[in-house]
């Protein structure tokens, strides 16, 4: 892609979560192939940006990563545990004083349900505050909103949004590399950012099961907690090998925004 039309695009789609991009930003974020856009709203999104509210965010963002890295270690004493990632509005560094803070947690092969019920007794037996289904009040609580099984790290949809996304990540812990392996596995980002991650081919098999659990406790887990939240299931995503909760998807407004070629 041309190199005026690159950063037209790249400035454009930012501007959508009100982050002005610096010129090494700029860089980074450059428009891959995938983005052959036209773009009809630059001016009137960029009307309410401003360095000076990312200078804001940023500062408030570096007080909730302290919290998320804070869990982050919690986290991996859990021998199941192989990623804590943060996701998210905090992973670009841009949260509000009021979010919560997104998590992204990978667990070893057919332990996924079973983990996330002793995540969340851990990260409360040490004091820290998890964002329930309902809660108005939502922060600096803890949003562990999307859980994957290393098995199963390969991303369904591929949008300019989820490529985003995975691109922006921050790994907390990364156990057998995984992150490199999710990196791997979701190399199709780079079709539309292709500055953004460096993906290098890592062996995508499944590490040593680091905590034996029988199938039967994995299924009765994962039984116990589909029954409490199948009710309240819209645009959730919950199988055996993952579960994405309440994943905000720009798609529909990219496509107001953004009018294709």
């Known amino acids: 892609m041309d190199s005026p039309r690159a950063s ?17 930003e700029l860089e980074r974020w450059r428009a891959g192939d995938n983005l052959q856009f036209t ?15 990312k200078k804001k965010r940023r500062a408030t963002s570096l007080k909730k990563l302290k919290i998320a890295r804070r869990a982050a270690k919690v986290l991996e004493r859990i021998p199941a545990v192989r990623m804590i990632a943060v996701t998210g509005s905090l992973a670009m560094m841009n949260a509000h ?5 997104d998590l992204m947690t990978v667990t070893a092969k057919d332990t996924l349900w079973t983990t996330r019920i002793v995540a969340s007794l851990l990260l409360t037996a040490y004091g ?18 999307i859980w994957l099984d290393e098995g199963d790290l390969n991303w369904r ?23 490199e392996k999710f990196l791997w596995q979701n190399k199709w980002v780079l079709g539309f950012w292709p500055k953004a991650v460096k993906i290098r081919k890592v062996s995508t098999g499944v590490a040593g099961q680091a905590w034996l659990i029988a199938p039967i406790v994995e299924r009765l ?11 309240k ?3 959730e995503t919950v199988t055996k090998s993952r579960a994405l909760f309440h994943p905000i998807d720009w798609s529909a407004r990219l496509e107001k925004e953004f009018g294709r070629d």
Not at 221 to 231: G, V
């Open 97 to 101: 004083e009021e979010s919560d803070i």
């Open 221 to 231: 887990a994962f039984w116990i907690q589909y029954q409490y939240m199948r009710s």
């Open 8 to 24: 037209n695009i790249t400035k454009a789609y930012h501007l959508l979560f009100d982050y002005p991009l610096d010129k090494e």
């Open 233 to 235: 299931i819209t645009r």
């Open 39 to 53: 773009i009809y709203n630059l001016q009137s999104i960029s009307k309410k940006s401003s360095f000076q509210t």
């Open 128 to 145: 820290l505050r998890l964002r329930r289904s309902g809660d108005k009040e939502e922060k600096d609580k803890l949003c562990l909103n």
């Open 157 to 179: 949809k591929k949008n300019i949004f989820i490529a985003h996304e995975i691109c922006q990540i921050i790994p907390l812990v990364n156990k057998d590399k995984t992150y």
